[in-house]
């Protein structure tokens, strides 16, 4: 019996985590309900499985081994699983498994090993990382690519004797129609110039990067002309930082996760050492950082991960309810993010503060839960009613959540100079930390946690009844960034890094609405209007990733994918006309055609697909989307590689 042939382009979390749906499925067709196998599975194999990418499958690119060891996740150790559970509403069976924490538990007990199905950690550094995990510890990239290795091979170890899976360590460059006018499928060329003929193609390229726009372009030539030094937006562990010597000024746009991990790499990753003095960090210098100044357009980095524990009742959603979700579907119009949903969201995470501070700390509040709650849902979350409603009720203006001054903590501050506005990013960090950090301060969990909830009930509404503007703007800019400011922060240790930076006057804060222009014979001039004075420095550091846009995109399979396969999705509506720079995919991840078709045998699924995102590895019991999808498109993979037998049986 001739095998089915499936190829993946790319073999990273995505992928490895949709092989596993793909596994688990066709375990189940092949063994049955009965519990007896299948006779089909019998003799020649009925599936081949091809991955193709430059590094190892699991981790792939952004989580390979090869990086810097002071590299994290920003996800705690009990918060990352690749395995679906008993909260997933799928299709496919739930194959549970250990969560990263548990799985270095096992890992440490022997229990692994014992099972048959364990995996030498042979980096001493990671083996020491994985004896002392905790489940609130940030884990190293390293110990997270042993996970994802250790979960590729048991996918692969566990498939049924009719499944077979290779990894070839090459790059596909183009993948055409097979010349064969009689037969399906597609021919995949790879840069080594082997070709493959495959049924079904499915690209899961994860993030790329892309061709300069034009406003990173002008900086390039700028800096060339003037001899200074420019890196662009990249992934912080593939760019070249060798080019900032010691000693030297370095302005740094950008102050999110991408902007803390060069941070880390120019300062502990030049051998300096942060050692513990007191309650505060204390930075020993090696002498080989570059002096940081760092600016972005709020002037304050992310905020830190929540790690305080939940001291009342349990989170839920009371304003953005699958019944409220409900209503806004019933409308004959389309679902507007900014004016149907943030009003929604704003008001749960006033609810998720203010729940967890009446009910977890009663003494620091006037009244009872019931009766704020009521008033909470009298107002608008932006009502300045409320906002004295809620000052006679909570006297301690720590206590006190405002949504604008989380999202905008510098407002319209105006600054008498530089050292002020530096002085005042600090203070933020440590008022940032004490909010997200410290037990009697759990109303941040309840915020984050609100959060959440709100991002995972988003899915709850199909994409195609967004209007133009919220799918192409509103929820891939405006919430997308307002999440991962909030939510998605660094580890609180690396604020405390940063302000031990700041001591040390190897990092300065620049303040908010930081710009950057080239002056000739100067450099880089930074400027605040809200801060007076200028910064000059012959080097500059866009600290952010490269933009999506598949087309641009320098991954040629997904130029390809884009421009010949498929299509970028448009969206237009009265009000909007606009691109969304992604690959036009329907709920099952295939790719739409320019005649609106959706293909036959090519998928995607990732960050470059007009698909809601919602990341690869996920939490645990979280119902999450990626898990759901990902279950989705390998019912739609397998459905697509079984067409031609069924047609030719």
């Known amino acids: ?102 799985w270095a538990e096992l890992w440490r007990s022997g229990e692994l090993a014992a099972s048959g199905r364990g995996i030498e950690i042979d980096d001493e550094v990671a083996a020491a990382e994985a004896r002392g995990l905790r489940g609130d510890s940030f884990p190293t990239r390293r110990l997270h690519s042993y996970y994802l290795d250790w979960f590729f091979r048991r996918t692969v170890a566990e498939a049924p004797a009719g499944i077979t899976v290779r990894w070839r360590a090459d790059t596909v460059v183009g993948v055409t129609e097979r010349a064969d006018a009689a037969a399906s499928g597609h021919t995949v060329t790879l840069a080594s110039g082997l070709e493959l003929d495959t049924d079904v193609v499915v690209y899961t390229v994860g993030h790329n990067g892309r061709e300069p726009d034009a406003a990173t372009a002008d900086l390039v030539a700028s800096a060339r002309e003037e001899g200074l030094v420019y890196v662009p937006p990249a992934f912080t562990a593939d760019a070249d930082l060798s080019v900032l010597a010691a000693g030297e000024d370095v302005i740094v746009r950008g102050m999110g996760l991408a902007a803390v991990d060069l941070v880390v790499l120019l300062t502990q990753g030049r051998g300096g050492r942060f050692v513990a003095d007191g309650e505060r960090l204390r930075y020993a210098p090696s002498g080989r950082e570059p002096r940081l100044h760092l600016g972005s357009r709020r002037g304050v980095p992310y905020r830190s991960k929540v790690s305080s524990v939940l001291q009342g009742e349990p989170p839920q959603r009371e304003v953005l309810t699958s019944a409220a979700i409900a209503g806004l579907l019933a409308r004959p119009r389309p679902v507007d993010f900014d004016t149907d949903v943030w009003p929604l969201i704003a008001s749960e995470m006033l609810h998720g503060h203010y729940r967890e501070l009446f009910t977890g700390h009663p003494d620091r509040v006037v009244g009872e839960w019931a009766a704020f709650r009521a008033v909470l849902q009298a107002h608008a979350w932006d009502d300045p009613a409320l906002l004295a409603a809620i000052a006679s009720a909570v006297p301690d203006p720590l206590d006190r959540f405002d949504i604008g001054t989380l999202d905008r903590p510098l407002a319209a501050e105006v600054f008498a100079d530089g050292a002020e506005a530096h002085h005042r990013v600090v203070q933020h960090i440590e008022t940032d930390l004490a909010l997200r950090t410290t037990p009697e301060r759990s109303a941040s969990q309840g915020v984050f946690l609100a959060v959440l909830l709100s991002f995972l009930a988003l899915s709850e509404i199909p994409t195609e009844r967004w209007t133009a503007r919220s799918r192409a703007v509103s929820l891939p800019v405006r919430w997308h960034t307002f999440f991962s400011y909030v939510a998605s922060g660094p580890p609180a240790h690396r604020l405390e890094e940063l302000l031990a930076l700041a001591d040390a006057g190897v990092v300065r804060f620049l303040g908010p609405e930081t710009r950057v222009s080239v002056h000739a014979g100067r450099g880089f001039v930074a400027s605040s209007p809200r801060v007076p004075g200028e910064t000059v420095a012959r080097s500059l550091v866009d600290a952010w990733l490269p933009g999506s846009g598949a087309v641009v995109s320098d991954n040629a399979a997904l130029r390809q994918l884009a421009g010949r396969h498929g299509v970028e999705l448009r969206v237009r509506d009265a009000d909007f006309d606009g691109s969304l720079g992604r690959v036009h995919t329907d709920d099952d991840g295939r790719i739409v055609t320019a005649d609106g078709a959706p293909a036959a045998s090519l998928f995607a699924l990732g960050p470059f697909t007009s698909l809601t995102e919602g990341g690869a590895f996920t939490r645990p019991a979280a119902n999450a989307l990626p898990l759901r999808q990902n279950d989705r498109t390998a019912g739609a993979v397998l459905a697509a590689l079984a067409a031609p037998a069924l047609a030719s049986a």
Do not use: Y
Request: proline share 10%; hydrophobic share 40%.
């Open 1 to 102: 019996m001739t095998a089915s042939r499936l190829l993946f382009v790319g073999a990273g979390p995505r992928a490895i985590m949709l092989l596993e749906r793909i596994v688990a499925r066709f375990g189940a067709d092949v063994v049955g309900d009965s519990g007896e196998t299948d006779p089909r599975a019998v003799g020649a194999p009925r599936l081949h499985v091809e991955l193709i990418d430059p590094h190892p499958p699991g981790a792939g690119r952004i989580w390979r081994r090869a990086q810097s060891p002071l590299l994290k996740l920003n996800s705690m150790a009990r918060d990352v699983t690749v395995f679906t559970d008993d909260s997933c509403t799928i299709e496919g069976p739930i194959r549970p498994g250990p969560s990263l924490i548990e």
